[in-house]
């Protein structure tokens, strides 16, 4: 199969860099194209960005040229990692001019007629861009997937949410530092310390739970009939969002119930086998002391939710751990899978 060229807005940042990760040997998709901010533009790869992924720059990324953030050269498909306080109009200004834009950044994730996707979870969602192309009159479209604290806490709920609904969820997270791009939070502000406030995440976890679990019905999404409270903290930890969750049931569960119902989950990119899927997409860990960051966030390629810890919650029902990569499944790891579905779907024919 001849692979389908991919550009990259805001290439030179940290989850762009994982794109260009993840995307060096993908079996369908090849980068062909990049851009980034004025400070990057007209310079080689290798030279605007300030590589921070373990694994050695990909040999084929190095000498391509960076771009300004103007479509007309770029290939149809563009995966966007731009900074949100850009994102907005630029991923606009590509949709309208006919790219399909599979954006991580935050600014349309909760716009009306534009999918807020993670195909293990909502795949049927995807269908929302037909009323987004039809009301924008754009030849192309926008998809976006979760912030990176939503998308763990979300992976955990569906499978329990399928089987006995949810009435109230409570989140208390604990977020590694590249969930703040580069060079991100202060040495001095981190080390040794825990910051209890993230600028608009718990609003962002709160409102996107919501839609993520929300019904499709005539072109819009209902909102899930859940409440959901978020607490949201930047600990020192390089990789991998922990969250301490504890939720309410509409039906009740044992705990072996909500446990089979973590294992047995599959949906979608299973089904289809994608190329990014995990295989199982919510892993139990049995051990009193799991997830932890340590050993767990690269689970199934740094694309699984691993939980551990479910017991009775006195105020709730239940309370568990979930831990998941935030720059794997909480970002480019995130898009490619709906980029995947949206292939496997005919979306980009
Ligand atoms: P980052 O490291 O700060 O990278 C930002 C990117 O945007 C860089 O490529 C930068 O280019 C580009 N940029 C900045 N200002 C620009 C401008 N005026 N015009 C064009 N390009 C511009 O941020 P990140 O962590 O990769 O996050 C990228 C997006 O993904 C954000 O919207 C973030 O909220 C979202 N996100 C991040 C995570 C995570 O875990 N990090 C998870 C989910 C979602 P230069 O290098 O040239 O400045």
Same mark, same amino acid.
Not at 123 to 135: G, M, N
Not at 242 to 250: D, F, G, H, N
Not at 284 to 289: F, I, L
């Given at each position: 199969?001849k692979?389908?060229e991919?550009?990259?807005?805001?290439?030179?940042?940290?989850?762009?860099?994982?794109?260009?990760?993840?995307?060096?040997?993908?079996?369908?998709?090849?980068?062909?194209?990049?851009?980034?901010?004025?400070?990057?533009?007209g310079?080689?790869?290798?030279?605007?960005?300030?590589?921070?992924?373990?694994?050695?720059?990909?040999?084929?990324?190095?000498?391509?040229p960076?771009h300004?953030?103007?479509?007309g050269?770029?290939?149809?498909?563009?995966?966007?990692?731009?900074?949100?306080?850009?994102?907005?109009e630029?991923?606009?200004e590509f949709?309208?001019a006919?790219?399909?834009?599979?954006?991580?950044?935050?600014?349309?994730r909760m716009?009306?007629?534009?999918?807020?996707?993670?195909?293990?979870?909502?795949?049927?969602?995807?269908?929302?861009?037909?009323?987004q192309?039809?009301?924008?009159k754009?030849?192309?479209?926008?998809?976006?997937?979760?912030?990176?604290?939503?998308?763990?806490?979300?992976?955990s709920?569906?499978?329990?949410?399928?089987?006995?609904?949810?009435?109230?969820?409570?989140m208390?997270?604990?977020?590694?530092?590249?969930?703040?791009?580069?060079?991100?939070v202060?040495?001095?502000?981190?080390?040794?310390?825990?910051?209890?406030?993230?600028?608009?995440?718990?609003?962002k976890?709160?409102?996107?739970?919501?839609?993520?679990?929300?019904?499709?019905?005539?072109?819009?999404?209902?909102?899930?009939?859940?409440?959901?409270s978020?607490?949201?903290?930047?600990?020192?930890?390089?990789?991998?969002?922990?969250e301490?969750?504890?939720?309410?049931?509409?039906?009740p569960?044992?705990?072996?119930?909500?446990?089979?119902?973590?294992r047995?989950?599959?949906?979608?990119?299973?089904?289809?086998?994608?190329?990014?899927a995990?295989?199982? $997409?919510?892993? %139990?860990? /049995?051990? #009193?002391?799991?997830?932890?960051v340590k050993?767990?966030v690269?689970?199934?390629? =740094?694309? +699984?939710?691993v939980?551990g810890?479910?017991? $009775?919650?006195? %105020?709730? /029902?239940? #309370?568990?751990?979930?831990?998941?990569?935030?720059?794997?499944?909480?970002?480019? =790891?995130? +898009?490619?899978?709906?980029a995947e579905l949206?292939?496997?779907d005919?979306?980009?024919?």
């Amino acid at each position: 199969m001849k692979k389908l060229e991919v550009g990259i807005l805001g290439a030179t940042g940290m989850v762009g860099q994982r794109f260009i990760s993840l995307l060096e040997h993908h079996p369908w998709f090849e980068v062909k194209w990049l851009a980034a901010s004025d400070r990057s533009a007209g310079k080689t790869y290798g030279e605007a960005c300030n590589w921070r992924v373990r694994d050695a720059m990909p040999k084929s990324a190095a000498p391509l040229p960076v771009h300004e953030c103007k479509p007309g050269s770029a290939p149809k498909l563009i995966f966007s990692s731009l900074d949100s306080k850009v994102a907005g109009e630029i991923e606009k200004e590509f949709a309208h001019a006919g790219h399909v834009v599979v954006s991580n950044s935050s600014n349309h994730r909760m716009d009306a007629d534009v999918p807020l996707l993670i195909p293990d979870v909502n795949p049927d969602h995807l269908a929302l861009v037909r009323a987004q192309r039809h009301e924008r009159k754009w030849k192309g479209m926008i998809v976006t997937n979760p912030n990176c604290t939503t998308i763990g806490l979300v992976m955990s709920l569906a499978p329990i949410e399928r089987q006995f609904g949810l009435a109230k969820v409570m989140m208390t997270s604990m977020q590694a530092v590249s969930g703040a791009g580069y060079p991100g939070v202060p040495t001095l502000d981190i080390l040794g310390n825990i910051i209890p406030y993230i600028g608009g995440e718990e609003e962002k976890v709160e409102r996107e739970t919501r839609k993520l679990l929300g019904k499709l019905t005539d072109s819009r999404v209902e909102m899930g009939n859940f409440i959901v409270s978020a607490h949201c903290n930047r600990v020192p930890v390089e990789d991998g969002h922990t969250e301490s969750i504890s939720i309410a049931l509409r039906t009740p569960a044992q705990a072996a119930d909500i446990a089979a119902a973590w294992r047995k989950y599959r949906s979608r990119p299973q089904e289809l086998e994608l190329p990014s899927a995990p295989k199982h $997409p919510v892993i %139990v860990r /049995e051990e #009193k002391d799991r997830p932890q960051v340590k050993f767990d966030v690269d689970s199934e390629r =740094g694309m +699984a939710t691993v939980v551990g810890r479910l017991r $009775p919650c006195p %105020v709730l /029902e239940w #309370k568990y751990t979930a831990l998941s990569h935030n720059t794997i499944r909480g970002a480019a =790891g995130a +898009a490619l899978l709906n980029a995947e579905l949206m292939k496997a779907d005919g979306y980009l024919d």
